[in-house]
């Protein structure tokens, strides 16, 4: 049996985790005006939300909602900055409980993993392995079952008040992403299957932990009942690697069953079996043995941002040091694959760019040999 942990609730309703957890979610986002209503008098703020919590009055506000193309279409849904406070309180205690019991092959969302150290993974995979199946799980959030959502997190948590602090969130987001869900019939549903409460909103902190402790069962499963020696996953993308194309046709036919108690199924077409050596196309790379290409539309994504960029340094509506730190985010990012004449080209065919900006850019992306914009 799991361990399951009391008295959790006097930890997340606490004023000092109260505090930290404000001081979270206000991070980078203190010129945002509903944050600043709330710090206008925030122990008051605190005071308040930490009443309603311990009396059991809290109740979450409404989302807002919007699309964003990343490069998916995808509802992005933003809970009330309260919300976001109460959202890092109780992370803040639970998530601790269920990070020890992740896999180390799970990289999204968890301190010290992230999108490179996944790319780096899988290149050290793809050394080892002539073969891999890549999978990714079709609509995944608005897919989720909160039902067994709940069930999975009451293993852990034992506490009741904490608890119902978890419906009251689960049940503030469902229904958000609704209209993003198309049907799904499993072996045994009857007609009142459309009723189940799912989905979980797409930019809470909670969801994206959430996510984890629920695709956490398919890691146990992959990991312990298939044995699969290289396997990795980022969110709902995962790789199996291995010796032979037939094992991984076998695990993928056994995954398929698994994530259907799970309520999830994955993308029939783009989850297939194929050799490293073409290349595997992760997390905006096409990953090699020896090499990484950034996507295509990785870079035209960006070029056509640069050139937005420029028009707005015109009309005075950015400053250099704004452009400067956009430009070296996407260039640290690009650096983690061979992109150098890509990031070359885009760089130096820009003339909007100040000479200080371009300095700092070069410093972010230079080439050991001080090749610069001829």
């Keep these: 049996m799991p361990k399951r942990f009391n008295h959790l609730y006097d930890e997340v309703t606490s004023f000092e985790n109260l505090y930290v957890a404000y001081r979270k979610a206000a991070r980078g986002k203190r010129g945002q005006a509903p944050v600043a209503t709330f710090e206008f008098d925030v122990e008051a703020a605190l005071c308040r939300l930490q009443d309603e919590l311990v009396a059991q ?9 919007f699309y964003i193309r990343d490069p998916k279409h995808r509802l992005i849904s933003a809970a009330p900055f309260r919300d976001r406070v109460v959202h890092h309180a109780l992370c803040n205690v ?19 993993k992230g999108t490179h ?15 891999v199946l890549q999978c990714d799980v079709e609509q995944f959030f608005p897919s989720i079952d909160l039902t067994l959502l709940r069930g999975i997190l009451a293993r852990k948590i034992a506490d009741p008040q904490a608890l119902w602090l978890v419906d009251q969130i689960l049940a503030g987001g469902a229904g958000v992403l609704a209209h993003e869900y198309e049907m799904v019939y499993f072996p045994g549903d009857d007609l009142f299957a459309v009723e189940r409460p ?84 992760f997390l905006g790379f096409r990953v090699y043995s020896d090499h990484r290409r950034l996507k295509r539309r990785n870079g035209v ?68 040999t001080g090749v610069g914009c001829g």
């Design 57 to 65: 009055t809290y109740r979450p506000g409404p989302y807002t909602s």
């Design 94 to 112: 639970i998530e601790p409980l269920f990070e020890r019991t992740f896999i180390g092959d799970s990289y999204a969302n968890r301190v010290g």
């Design 117 to 131: 150290a996944a790319l780096d993974r899988a290149q050290a995979f793809s050394r080892r392995y002539p073969y």
């Design 198 to 281: 799912r989905g979980l909103p797409i930019g809470n902190l909670t969801s994206q932990f959430w996510a984890n402790v629920y695709l956490n069962e398919l890691d146990q499963f992959v990991k312990r009942e298939l044995r699969c020696p290289a396997y990795l996953r980022y969110v709902d993308d995962f790789l199996l690697f291995a010796d032979e194309k037939r094992a991984l046709w076998a695990w993928k036919d056994a995954i398929q069953g698994f994530l259907a108690g799970l309520r999830l199924t994955i993308h029939a077409r783009e989850s297939t079996v194929y050799p490293v050596s073409t290349g595997i196309p």
């Design 301 to 368: 994504a960006f070029a056509r941002r640069l050139r937005l960029w420029r028009r707005q340094i015109a009309r005075g509506e950015l400053s250099p040091a704004e452009l400067s730190l956009r430009v070296q985010g996407w260039v640290a990012h690009a650096a983690h694959g061979n992109t150098w004449g890509l990031r070359r080209a885009l760089l130096c065919s820009t003339q909007s760019q100040t000479d200080a900006v371009r300095l700092e850019v070069a410093a972010t992306a230079a080439k050991p």
